[in-house]
T-cell receptor, first 113, second 112 residues
Framework: GAGVSQSPRYKVAKRGQDVALRCDPI?????LFWYQQALGQGPEFLTY????????KSGLPSDRFFAERPEGSVSTLKIQRTQQEDSAVYLC???????????FGDGTRLSIL | GENVEQHPSTLSVQEGDSAVIKCTYS??????FPWYKQELGKGPQLIID?????GEKKDQRIAVTLNKTAKHFSLHITETQPEDSAVYFC???????????FGSGTQLTVLP
């Protein structure tokens, strides 16, 4: 399909482990966003890229969270030394650019034991 | 920062009736207001959006209205069908390519 693809769909990790979540945006979309969605809540903004530049990381909850998009296409969200409160669905969205809507992937459900 | 409040949190309607979901926002600089539908285990799906230079927008059974003065916007679904059952989120931002601030969601159930 031509939508935003996220992998893995489910990830279980033990507290203290590092995890990496991948996002493949829609081809040609220059803007890419990461959101965190807790159970029963709306998504909350984490960080935003335009091409390979990370223009806004104000939503990252701590320095354990790190995102990159080195070639302006695929992005990886990394969480180091995971904690139980990191359990959530991590959503990626992409947009063609200015004044274009954001389209979401189906997310990665992260469970920290 | 922006704050978006959404109500009701749950809404049940009979098939064929209309459903209305309301949101208010706090930042007068916000100018883009999308609505997303989220089904269980799926990501949010954009169903309609409106920009601040427009007061109303319609797409078949779905319409959105915006009152900039009062800083609120609403989603209207007419002739509801069971497949409309899902969680609906409103959001606001200062442009569609900027971070979205979401409401807390409305669980809509359409009873056959």
């Amino acid at each position: 399909g031509a939508g935003v693809s996220q992998s893995p769909r489910y990830k279980v990790a033990k507290r203290g482990q590092d995890v990496a979540l991948r996002c493949d945006p829609i081809s040609g979309h220059v803007s890419l966003f990461w959101y965190q969605q807790a159970l029963g809540q709306g998504p909350e903004f984490l960080t935003y890229f335009q091409n390979e530049a990370q223009l806004d990381k104000s939503g990252l909850p701590s320095d354990r969270f790190f995102a990159e998009r080195p070639e302006g296409s695929v992005s990886t969200l990394k969480i180091q030394r995971t904690q139980q409160e990191d359990s959530a669905v991590y959503l990626c969205a992409s947009s063609r650019g200015q004044n274009q809507p954001q389209h979401f992937g189906d997310g990665t459900r992260l469970s920290i034991l | 920062g922006e704050n978006v409040e959404q109500h009701p949190s749950t809404l049940s309607v009979q098939e064929g009736d209309s459903a209305v979901i309301k949101c208010t926002y706090s930042d007068s600089a916000s100018n883009y207001f999308p609505w997303y539908k989220q089904e269980l285990g799926k990501g949010p799906q954009l169903i309609i959006d409106i920009r601040s230079n427009v007061g109303e927008k319609k797409d078949q059974r779905i319409a959105v209205t915006l009152n900039k003065t009062a800083k609120h916007f609403s989603l209207h679904i007419t002739e509801t069908q069971p497949e409309d059952s899902a969680v609906y989120f409103c959001a606001a931002s200062k442009g569609s390519a900027r971070q979205l601030t979401f409401g807390s969601g409305t669980q809509l159930t359409v009873l056959p």
